[in-house]
């Protein structure tokens, strides 16, 4: 099965969002849930009515779960939420969702800020300053060591994974984001391939546990964060590529903004080449795009050139490999 393309969407999508994203040519959604969306009515009803628009859900998440502080920095509540992370599961499981997202990130996404940069043609992108995001100050009130991140991840994996697998739902894990090893008082848990190597390793190598592999994070990292192009092989062969998020930036760290696909310094044909050589299936999404113009089609507007450029790279890579 080739590779699919994919965009998240809300249970608050209009209709006519819906029939704009299947105009695109995309099949496949993401649906973002709120803790209180979390029922079977809720994510049965959404397939329901997104199947009108002949949309599937390829995975669903939850943002307040997906990055939860409780949860990675061990907080007294650390048992309640995961119990609200095996309901997701469980809730997923019964609509036969194959996977949902997880990203050891308590603080989120860390970005020294969003401008108009010398390759965005004028977008509006984020960009970081290394330096600027090193000299942060502690975002908890006390700093952590690695051996408590980690210690915290196996705690959770302990917990979730006997579930995903009894009911069929893997995790896809993203990388911190930049890959830097320590921001703000917190060391990362993925910011090289070494560090999803290690992940997997304390997961037993279950199929329950697996990556969306960020081409934007690898080449935030550089060399730093490992061999893309060996890195997709090593992944697709051992089946831990459940999503991709495809996108460029005009340098690796210690600074870098984000670009369209075409501005960036990597070739993303060659990077598309590679997935569709090694035969990877997953759902794939350039994940960010530049600020929406609300004029000219807000968020979707926003994605639509970046996923129809996307899309026609992995129809040109299928034709030149005969897939």
């Known amino acids: 099965m080739p590779l699919k393309p994919q965009i998240p969407v809300t249970t608050e999508e209009s209709d006519e969002a819906l029939r704009f994203i299947r105009q695109m ?19 049965a009803a959404q397939q329901e009515r997104l199947a009108e628009y002949s949309l599937q859900v390829s995975d669903a998440l939850c943002p307040a779960l997906q990055k939860n502080k409780s949860i990675h920095l061990g907080y007294s509540d650390r ?36 401008r108009a940069g010398e390759n965005t043609r004028g977008g509006i992108s984020s960009y970081v300053c290394q330096e600027e995001i090193l000299k942060r100050h502690n975002a908890e009130e006390r700093s952590y060591d690695e051996t408590e991140i980690w210690n915290n991840f196996q705690y959770f994996l302990d917990r979730v994974i006997p579930v995903a697998e009894e009911v069929g739902v893997r995790l896809a894990l993203h990388p911190n984001d930049p890959p830097l090893s320590c921001m703000a008082g917190i060391p990362s848990l993925i910011y090289n391939t070494d560090c999803y190597r290690k992940a997997f390793a304390m997961a037993h190598e279950s199929p329950a546990l ?3 592999l960020c081409v934007g994070c690898w080449l935030e990292g550089g060399e730093a964060f490992g061999n893309i192009m060996a ?3 090593e992944f697709c062969k051992k089946d831990k590529i459940l999503c991709i998020h495809f996108r460029n930036v005009d340098s690796p760290l210690p600074n870098f903004q984000e670009t369209l ?12 080449k590679q997935f569709v050589a090694c035969d990877c299936n997953a759902v794939i999404s350039i994940d960010h795009a530049f600020k929406p113009l609300e004029g000219f089609g807000g968020v979707l507007g926003a994605f639509a050139y970046s996923t129809g450029y996307m899309k026609g790279l992995m129809e040109a890579a299928e034709r030149e490999l005969g897939r």
């Open 261 to 272: 696909a075409e501005d960036g310094y990597a070739d993303m044909y060659a990077i598309m």
């Open 79 to 114: 048992d309640e939420q995961i119990e609200r992370f095996l309901h997701l599961l469980r809730v997923l499981g019964k609509a036969h969702v194959p996977f949902t997202s997880i990203a050891w990130q308590p603080n989120g996404i860390l970005r020294t800020g969003y």
């Open 210 to 212: 697996g990556m969306k």
């Open 231 to 233: 890195d997709i092989q």
């Open 25 to 43: 040519g995309i099949e496949y959604v993401s649906l973002m849930l709120k803790p209180e969306e979390i029922t079977d009515k809720t994510v």
